[in-house]
T-cell receptor
Framework: NAGVTQTPKFQVLKTGQSMTLQCAQDMNHEYMSWYRQDPGMGLRLIHYSVGAGITDQGEVPNGYNVSRSTTEDFPLRLLSAAPSQTSVYFC????????????FGQGTRLTVV | RKEVEQDPGPFNVPEGATVAFNCTYSNSASQSFFWYRQDCRKEPKLLMSVYSSGNEDGRFTAQLNRASQYISLLIRDSKLSDSATYLCVVISYNQGGKLIFGQGTELSVKP
C-alpha cells in the first residue's frame, strides 16, 4: 500500500537554484494538493488540482509551479529558490466526494541557504 | 482574519484529564469538517470527520455548530499517546473543494 509518495524527504538548496518535488499517488484520486507548513502557521495551500490537466492556485502560489499531466503525479517546481521557501512541504490526495479523507505524503523538509 | 482559526495552545494536561479544543470558521458555505492529528514532524492523519449531529469515536467526541460556525473536539481520559497537534480542517464547496486548515492546537499530556 504505497498511498502518497513524496521525494525527496530532505533537500538543501542554494538561493537561486531550482528543483522539483515529486508526488505520486496510486489510489486513482482526482484531487491532489501541495501545502507548506511553517511554525505556528498550520498548512497553507500552494497549488491544487482537481484532475489531470487542471491546476489552480492556492493561498501562497508565488515562486512555485505545478503541472498535472497524469492522474498519478503532481510535481511541484521551485523556480528560483529563496530562503523564505525554507519549509516542510506536504502533498495530499483525495477523491472529490464529501467527507472523504485526504491522504498525505511523508513530507519534504527543504532548507534554502 | 484566517478562514479557519484555532487556539494554538499548547495545552498541557495530566493523564486522565478531559480537554476540549475549539475551532471557528468564517465561510458560511463550508460543508465538510474534520479533525486531523499530526505527530511531531510527521504527516497529518485523519482523526475523525465531524457530522452535524455530533459524533463519537471512543474517547473522542466531535461537535458542529453551524449557526455559530464552530466545531469542537473533546478528548476524555487523556493518554500520553494523545500528545500531538490537532488540526481543524474545513472544505467549502464554493472554493473548489479545497481543504482549509487551522493553524493547529498542540496538546501535551503529562504523566
Amino acid at each position: 500500500n504505497a498511498g502518497v509518495t513524496q521525494t525527496p524527504k530532505f533537500q538543501v538548496l542554494k538561493t537561486g537554484q531550482s528543483m522539483t518535488l515529486q508526488c505520486a499517488q496510486d489510489m486513482n484520486h482526482e484531487y491532489m494538493s501541495w501545502y507548506r507548513q511553517d511554525p505556528g502557521m498550520g498548512l497553507r495551500l500552494i497549488h491544487y488540482s482537481v484532475g489531470a490537466g487542471i491546476t489552480d492556485q492556492g493561498e501562497v502560489p508565488n515562486g512555485y509551479n505545478v503541472s498535472r499531466s497524469t492522474t498519478e503525479d503532481f510535481p511541484l517546481r521551485l523556480l528560483s529558490a529563496a530562503p523564505s521557501q525554507t519549509s516542510v512541504y506536504f502533498c495530499a490526495s483525495r477523491t472529490p466526494s464529501l467527507n472523504t479523507e485526504a491522504f498525505f505524503g511523508q513530507g519534504t523538509r527543504l532548507t534554502v541557504v | 482574519r484566517k478562514e479557519v482559526e484555532q487556539d494554538p495552545g499548547p495545552f498541557n494536561v495530566p493523564e486522565g484529564a478531559t480537554v476540549a479544543f475549539n475551532c471557528t470558521y468564517s465561510n458560511s458555505a463550508s460543508q465538510s469538517f474534520f479533525w486531523y492529528r499530526q505527530d511531531c514532524r510527521k504527516e497529518p492523519k485523519l482523526l475523525m470527520s465531524v457530522y452535524s449531529s455530533g459524533n463519537e469515536d471512543g474517547r473522542f467526541t466531535a461537535q458542529l455548530n453551524r449557526a455559530s460556525q464552530y466545531i469542537s473536539l473533546l478528548i476524555r481520559d487523556s493518554k500520553l499517546s494523545d500528545s500531538a497537534t490537532y488540526l481543524c480542517v474545513v472544505i467549502s464547496y464554493n472554493q473548489g473543494g479545497k481543504l482549509i486548515f487551522g493553524q493547529g492546537t498542540e496538546l501535551s499530556v503529562k504523566p
